[in-house]
């Protein structure tokens, strides 16, 4: 499965991956940050599925996925919301035993978007798990804007991920006009600075342009492991341990993901989100790279339309 190679006369049945939502916006349109406030004492009901979009508008649809704690203290009440005037944007990550922290940096509104940078901070191994959560609490007039969730942490290494993939991997496929590498990350560990550590389902594609069509060559999955370092011209991959081919597949994988296999699991399985980050990620690439396309399609498939 890691390596699937394509090219006119095969079939490919693509998927491409992303736990964030993104859209690309003009450069010339300007960024006005949003007020926001933080709801605390909050948590995810565990009979609940995690949701795909950070955006609720209504009492109903926060009560279905989350409960309230009361704590001792001033602070200890849940933070009140008001759904006739309030909507909120809650981030919830997958169970872990690591110490981990969503924190929100900024809210930005830039043309029919607003751009939401948050930071997840991963910290020491635990003897209990954990589901992280962050709630933010914004004014309703906001609410019929399209939300763009940004990791900060993860967009330092993601051009240095780029080069990677373009560079030693989109090179061994079928060469075309242009290649773009998609990434879903797993988890990031900064704990040694010399060796940043980023677990990843990753993707390359080379397309070649047919009109308004961006059209699938060749391409493959490449979970594993990067090694990153900062140098003195930024972030670079040292080194990436990829999951195996064939019957090696399972077992590279669990050695590569440990504990981190189930999160791994999650995100490879999810088609449909992979599908929706690769045309997003196109609609980026198209953009910033100037191209006249609306369009994407993989061999024997039909057409599909980038994401606006």
């Given at each position: 499965m890691k390596k699937i190679l394509l090219a006119f006369t095969m079939l490919l049945a693509m998927v491409a991956c992303t736990n964030k939502p993104a859209t690309a916006v003009e450069d010339y349109e300007v960024n006005s940050e949003v007020a926001f406030e933080v709801a605390k004492n909050y948590f995810f009901k565990n009979d609940q599925v995690i949701p795909e979009y950070p955006k609720i508008t209504t009492e109903e649809e926060f009560n279905k996925l989350f409960g309230m704690v009361t704590t001792m203290g001033e602070n200890g009440?849940?933070?009140?919301?008001?759904?006739?005037?309030?909507?909120?944007?809650?981030?919830?990550?997958?169970?872990?035993?690591?110490?981990?922290?969503?924190?929100?940096?900024?809210?930005e509104e830039k043309g029919d978007s607003l751009l939401y940078t948050y930071d997840v901070k991963t910290g020491e191994k635990q003897s209990f798990s954990i589901q992280p959560v962050s709630i933010i609490i914004l004014d309703r007039k906001y609410e019929n804007k399209r939300v763009v969730l940004v990791n900060e942490r993860e967009t330092y290494y993601f051009p240095a991920i780029d080069r990677y993939l373009a560079d030693s991997i989109g090179s061994r496929y079928a060469k075309g006009e242009h290649c773009v590498p998609i990434h879903s990350i797993v988890r990031v560990d900064e704990r040694n600075t010399e060796d940043i550590l980023v677990w990843g389902d990753f993707w390359v594609f080379n397309y070649n342009q047919v009109g308004d069509t961006l059209k699938c060559i060749s391409g493959g999955s490449h979970p594993g492991l990067m090694h990153i370092r900062q140098t003195e011209k930024g972030f670079e991959v040292t080194a990436f341990d990829q999951v195996e081919d064939g019957s090696r597949y399972l077992p590279t994988a669990k050695k590569i993901?440990?504990?981190?296999?189930?999160?791994?699991k999650t995100i490879n399985s999810d088609e449909k989100n992979r599908e929706r980050l690769r045309a997003e990620g196109l609609a980026t690439y198209a953009k910033k790279n100037g191209l006249a396309v609306t369009m994407y399609q993989d061999y024997g498939w039909p057409a599909k339309k980038l994401k606006e």
């Open positions: 009440k849940p933070t009140a919301i008001d759904f006739t005037k309030q909507f909120v944007l809650a981030i919830v990550l997958p169970e872990t035993d690591f110490a981990t922290e969503i924190n929100p940096v900024k809210v993901f440990g504990d981190k296999f189930d999160a791994f």
